[in-house]
């Protein structure tokens, strides 16, 4: 008998019984417990461990057996990725040669780029659809759409409406049809202003549905963008549980939800955010190039007033008709949870996030409408969602858009007494930054005060100090505790005597206790990028509250902060000191002595040249002129250093060795410029600031008046050179003042 019949008969003889016995069987819930049983039986006979019944009431959430669920599971059997079949070879070959053409950009002007892209639409017509469904086509597609003018753009969307669903959860598809309407976005603004039109600048129309006409050719008529998003919008709003869980579908719903509320879509300074991963972003910016539509993505947009309403309706007929149970699985989905957090955040810009049986509501499992009312399942469930991955972002979103009432409640019951367990674990560390950065009133940040105040010195030493920074940014934003924080600092870092508190900016800096930084070796001491933001942002304390330090900046010797200008992250803390409006002129002119005969030696070097641009910025045209004479000697050194060409190109230093009037005259006006325009903008908001934080004064403890027995002097007007041209400014305000009136605003 040959081996593998051997092998045949005896796979059939140790599971042949089974089979026969799970085949008569129909595979449903019935054959589940039966199995279940089975396996109980089994292991009781055989003496090992069985699992008592769990209970109804012993689960954490709530069983729907209506709504959402019946709905997915309809739309599962309805919906399936768009399919057209595939690509003709010859048609896959003449895109991948377009995508050579835009990759070398071969194109002599833009007219010809123009006709190159009506080329290519003309190529692929009756066709796009297919295009748009293959890996490599959908991706050469993207980078068209990037050089395509508005009316392409409208074009190609329109194609997609009858199948915008079956596109949306395509794999490849997706992507096209969400860089459709990142465009759209762009577009949508123009058309707003009216800078749209239906008329082709070339000879004739890329679609033959034209006729030329001298140089423009009237095109087909298509809905307009504001028609094709709402269109969209209503269709997916349909399946819209369906599509938050698909894997790719769910971006395109996010960009859909910021087009139509015209929130900046690309947020640089909110990576978190971002609708495309750094990956993506990475490699769309590598093949695809980073073309001029894409930067006003970065930006708040007008959008038509309809899309106010339809965003409203859209919000609320998903919410009411998402279940309890679905709503409260896509907190810890991947997937899904970013969609709903985005929802939620639009719910509370319209005020309708925060009442009973709102989408909040169904996800905090009553907490909005019963917070007063103990529900331990509630409870359980909340502490879960401190400590997931996913959820923690949720409950970080919501911790932002909350209301005073709301945000009290959640730090009330899942947040005091808990606070060192919640601040040291390693996810729910973020959650409590989120509510302690997210303060709603200064009664509410000291009451955070208070309780973390103590713990100051285990989450500073223990590798929590962003804990802190977030209760620190908190004062800056709501202007209070400021002096609570510096006495918290000072009991955290052991810093009791004035001598002491002294070195507060160097605790901060490196991050260490008075009785280490003492016996420490200073030049082999590091800074801390989370000390050195402590530091930024108390900087930004007004008058008594960044006093202990900038008198503790102004104690160190000039070779210490001169190592500072050439660290990085020292070198943010200088820049800090001079940026800072809050810091006074007199601390300002310390540092700008620090620079007296090492310009050159800062401006050689990567992050001093950093610095020495900063003093440019802000010094007078005397400190500037003895700066320039310096650059003049050491001419020769700065040409060959890479960093010091920019700083001798920045100060004009080739023009003051030829025409030095001429170079004074130049920067007069600048400062002319800058006193004039910050008058009609009103930038000088600092002085009426500091005028009231000095009359709103607080009688300061023992901590502080110790630390600060000589507070700082009062800022005295920077001394100018050029005091005679004040009739002249007076002259330049007047008239923007006229032209402003008559031109019903400021002059752009």
């Not at 309403?309 to 970013?338: E, H, Q, Y």
Request: proline share 3%; aromatic share 8%; charged share 30%.
């Amino acid at each position: 008998m040959g081996a593998d019949k051997k092998r045949k008969i005896r796979r059939g003889k140790r599971g042949g019984d089974a089979k026969k016995q799970t085949d008569n069987m129909p595979m449903d819930v019935d054959t589940d417990v039966h199995m279940a049983e089975t396996e109980q039986s089994t292991s009781k006979s055989d003496g090992g461990y069985v699992a008592p019944p769990m209970e109804t009431s012993d689960s954490l959430f709530y069983v729907d057996t209506k709504g959402g669920l019946e709905r997915m599971e309809e739309d599962m059997e309805k919906i399936s990725p768009a399919s057209y079949g595939l690509v003709n070879p010859d048609l896959q070959k003449y895109m991948k040669s377009c995508e050579e053409m835009l990759d070398d950009s071969r194109f002599e002007s833009a007219e010809d780029r123009e006709i190159f892209v009506n080329n290519v639409y003309t190529e692929m017509k009756n066709y796009e659809l297919q295009l748009t469904t293959d890996n490599s086509c959908s991706l050469i597609l993207e980078k068209i759409f990037g050089i395509s003018s508005d009316y392409q753009i409208r074009r190609f969307l329109s194609l997609t409406r009858e199948d915008i669903v079956r596109l949306t959860v395509h794999r490849f598809s997706s992507h096209a049809i969400q860089t459709l309407l990142l465009l759209s976005a762009v577009a949508l603004e123009h058309e707003v202003r009216g800078e749209t039109n239906d008329f082709d600048t070339s000879a004739a129309a890329e679609d033959g549905d034209g006729e030329a006409n001298g140089h423009q050719a009237v095109r087909t008529q298509l809905p307009t963008f504001e028609e094709l998003v709402l269109e969209i919008a209503k269709t997916m709003t349909a399946h819209w549980t369906y599509l938050m869980a698909d894997e790719f579908a769910s971006h395109v719903l996010r960009v859909l939800l910021l087009v139509m509320s015209g929130r900046p879509i690309e947020d640089q300074t909110n990576p978190k955010g971002a609708v495309k991963s750094k990956r993506s972003a990475k490699y769309a910016e590598e093949r695809n190039g980073a073309p001029a539509q894409r930067q006003a993505l970065t930006q708040t947009r007008e959008v038509p007033a309809s899309f106010g309403r339809a965003l409203k309706k859209l919000l609320s007929t998903t919410s009411a008709t998402m279940s309890d149970i679905v709503a409260r699985g896509f907190i810890n989905n991947t997937v899904g949870s970013p969609v709903l957090q985005l929802m939620i955040d639009l719910q509370a810009e319209y005020a309708q996030a925060e009442y009973a049986g709102s989408l909040l509501d169904k996800c905090l499992m009553g907490l909005v409408s019963e917070g007063s009312v103990d529900n331990s399942r509630r409870d359980a469930a909340i502490r879960l969602m401190f400590e997931d991955v996913v959820g923690s972002h949720f409950l970080q979103s919501v911790a932002r858009i909350a209301s005073q009432k709301l945000l009290q409640t959640i730090y009330d019951r899942y947040v005091r007494g808990n606070l060192k367990a919640l601040a040291f674990h390693p996810i729910a560390n973020f959650v409590v930054q989120s509510v302690f950065s997210n303060a709603k009133s200064e009664r509410q940040l000291k009451a955070m005060i208070t309780e973390a105040g103590p713990m100051f010195e285990s989450l500073l030493f223990k590798n929590r100090p962003g804990v802190v920074r977030a209760l620190i940014d908190s004062c800056v934003r709501l202007n209070a505790g400021h002096l609570e924080i510096i006495n918290a600092l000072y009991a955290g870092f052991g810093a009791k005597s004035s001598d002491e508190r002294k070195e507060l900016i160097n605790l901060l800096a490196f991050l260490l206790k008075y009785s280490d930084f003492v016996n420490a070796d200073y030049d082999r001491l590091q800074f801390k990028i989370q000390g050195a933001l402590i530091i930024q942002s108390i900087l930004q304390f007004p008058g008594d509250g960044n006093e202990p330090i900038v008198e503790s900046f102004s104690s160190q010797s000039p070779e210490r902060i001169l190592s500072w200008c050439k660290d990085p992250s020292g070198s943010r803390i200088v820049e800090a000191v001079l940026k800072s409006p809050q810091v006074s002129a007199r601390s300002k002119q310390q540092v700008f002595a620090l620079f007296s005969g090492r310009c050159s030696e800062l401006s050689m070097d990567k992050f001093g040249s950093r610095i020495f641009e900063t003093f440019w910025d802000i010094a007078d045209i005397g400190q500037k002129e003895k700066a320039i004479q310096e650059l003049v000697l050491q001419e020769t050194q700065l040409k060959d250093n890479f960093f010091g060409r920019f700083v001798l190109r920045n100060c004009r230093v080739d023009q003051y060795k030829r025409r030095a009037e001429e170079w004074r005259e130049r920067e007069r006006g600048l400062e002319r410029k800058k006193l004039m325009f910050n008058d009609i903008l009103g930038k000088n908001a600092a002085a009426p600031a500091d005028a009231k934080s000095s009359n709103s004064k607080k009688s300061v403890g023992a901590d502080v008046s110790a630390s600060s027995k000589k507070p700082l002097s009062k800022d005295k007007p920077a001394k100018k050179e050029d005091t005679g041209n004040a009739d002249e400014i007076d002259s330049l305000f007047k008239k923007s003042q006229s032209r402003t009136s008559s031109n019903g605003g400021v002059d752009k």
